[in-house]
Structure formats: C-alpha cells, structure tokens
C-alpha cells in the first residue's frame, strides 16, 4: 500500500492550504501527522471510515479534515495559518480502527513520505 501526500508549500501567516493524501486501496483509519524539527511526531486530524474525526487542540477550530472514499484520498484544509504550523506533514493510515488515533504512532501500517508546510510570518 502507497500513501501519496501533495500540497505543500509556503504560504505566509494567516493563509490557507489544502493537502492530500491518495492511497493505493481503501484504508479504513487516515491520519494527518506533523513533525517540526527538533520536535517529536505528533498527531493532528484523522477521520475513520464512518466518518468520526478528531483533532488537536493546537489545530481545532483552524482545520479540516476530509476524505473521499471513492478517490481513496484524505484531504486537510489549513486555514489561519501561523508560523507554528510550519512542519513536514505525512499522512497515515490503517486498515482497521486505531484506538487512539492521534496517539497511536505505532498503530499505523502505513505512512506517506511527507509534504513540508511552511508559515512565514
């Protein structure tokens, strides 16, 4: 399985981008991770396959995340960007239920190269 991230780029604060992330099949429980350097990995949005999402606090209100099931992609809407958001993005995903999705970094079966964000201010 191919997880395929596209979007990124540099944008200054207060603006918004849209990422995505193509799978090669189905895959049940997808996830938006991001990791500044310096930083540890850490879990911002996912949406399972009956439609469920969660996320951050350090995100919440700012974006969304959506997923079309017959294109097998994951999208994530960015807006009011701030220079804290800057970080290299990687989608996640599993074929079953992670039970704590933002949390369970090793849950997942697959991961995306990643795609950087950068927020200048």
């Known amino acids: 399985v191919q997880l395929t991230e596209s979007g990124g780029g540099s944008v200054q604060a207060g603006g918004s981008l849209r990422l995505s992330c193509t799978a090669s099949r189905y895959l049940y429980t997808m996830s938006w991770f991001r990791q500044a350097p310096g930083n540890e990995r850490a879990g911002i949005a996912t949406l399972n396959g009956i439609g469920v999402a969660e996320y951050s606090d350090s995100v919440k209100g700012r974006f969304t995340v959506t997923r079309d099931s017959a294109k097998n992609t994951l999208y994530l809407e960015m807006n009011s960007l701030e220079p804290e958001d800057t970080a290299t993005y990687l989608c996640?995903?599993?074929?079953?239920?992670?039970?704590?999705?933002?949390?369970?970094?090793?849950?997942?079966?697959?991961w995306g190269q990643g795609t950087q964000v950068t927020v200048s201010s």
């Open positions: 996640a995903a599993s074929l079953g239920t992670v039970l704590d999705p933002l949390m369970g970094n090793t849950d997942y079966q697959f």
